[in-house]
């Protein structure tokens, strides 16, 4: 293993695309035991994670319908995105300066430790047969606040365990491990709040447990010498990284707003129970579809990863993104609904794949975790703040009217980014 900075070279840049086609590379990586363990950790706790935004979307969605309209109700899944994003948001910055400064392997069980109680508080809800919002906006809001040191650290681990040459292999592996869970995730989750939403919140508790047990396994890397700037300069150094790489912060800001504004993900228990009327079951198969189509994107991606042009791919894919949306949203077949959201997913996958790469590549190991805490704030913002705009523009428009504004507005973000950001329209290789 390997704690110096990545080459950000071209010889090195091509070296890392050249690695992605080399099976004998994944063997290596296989064979370091540490990067396994830390693989099926993280595999575990992904799946555990899906299968509990299952259950706790429809549980605030069924608690919500007893006194409120179809579009209140959807308001009520997206305040739950709120809960979790405001902690996230406060804490991310402190939270990555902490990953770059301790014991990353600790900070990851630390958060898995509240993740587990969370869980628990949750079944313990779900059979109590709470009919109370706030309750459950408040543990979600402390499950944000345990995925805000988690994150970062998690992210920064995984390159100091792998040799510099194998980072890019080790990115595609992971991004497959979670496609792989958030697949079956979904699924499983759909069946189990089908049976009961406490079995749900249970068994993602148990993988939570596997999960913090497979870190035990891990041996933590050496640590670099800690910095002697105090930790305000050592935000503010991370912070301008970001903002002087321009390259980096037009990906990962046109990933934060085409999400944000495109998230459909948050209408699903309402397009699920309300337009498509397909129950939970359906509602399981709809949240696995974009990761379906996002796992077979990253085996595309492996296979033969973009050599050229990278910038232009990862606007038309972000397009690619906006227009499944729009489909979605008109849709009220349940086959074209899942062929829009696998379209959605393998979409969103060729912009994360690209994010990811030059995050990882090119960011130096001392800085990874201030880095990666920017990046996971953005995709944060994403993902919840994408859930509470989706549920509040259902409230004024309707969840279908929700839909649209949201694929018409990724569009539209593409094109001002191509204007805005024209080093990453030109970028041509991932560097």
Known sequence: MSNTPPDTSPAGVVAAEAVLQNPANLRDLFAIQS??????????NTFGVQIQAIALAWQVYAVARHTASVNQAALAVGMLGLAQFLPMFALTLFAGHSADIYDRRKI??????????????FAAMAYGG???????????????CARAFYTPANAALAPTLVERRLIPRAIVVNSAGNQMATIVGPA???LLVAFSPVAAFVVSGALCLASLASLLLVAS????????????ALIAEGLNYVWTTKVVLGAISLDLFAVLLGGATALLPVYARDILHVGPEGYG??????????????????????KSRVGLKMFAAVGIYGLSTLVFALSR????????LAILGAADMVSVFVRQTLVQIVTPDAMRGRVSAVSSLFIGASNELGEFESGGMARLLGPVGSAIFGGCGAILVTLLWAGIFPALRKADKLE
């Open 285 to 306: 198969i709809l949240r696995a579809s974009p990761s379906i189509g996002a796992l077979l994107s990253g085996f595309a991606l492996a296979a033969r990863p973009p």
């Open 130 to 144: 709470l009919n109370l919002l706030w309750p459950i906006y408040a543990v979600a809001a402390l499950f944000g």
């Open 221 to 232: 890397p050496p640590r670099q010498p800690r910095p002697t700037a105090s930790r305000w």
């Open 188 to 190: 499983i989750g759909g």
């Open 108 to 121: 990851m069980m630390a958060g898995l430790g509240v993740q587990l109680g969370t869980s628990a508080v």
């Open 35 to 44: 990067y396994v363990w830390f693989w099926i950790g993280r595999v575990c």
């Open 333 to 340: 077949s349940m086959v074209l609904s899942v062929l829009a």
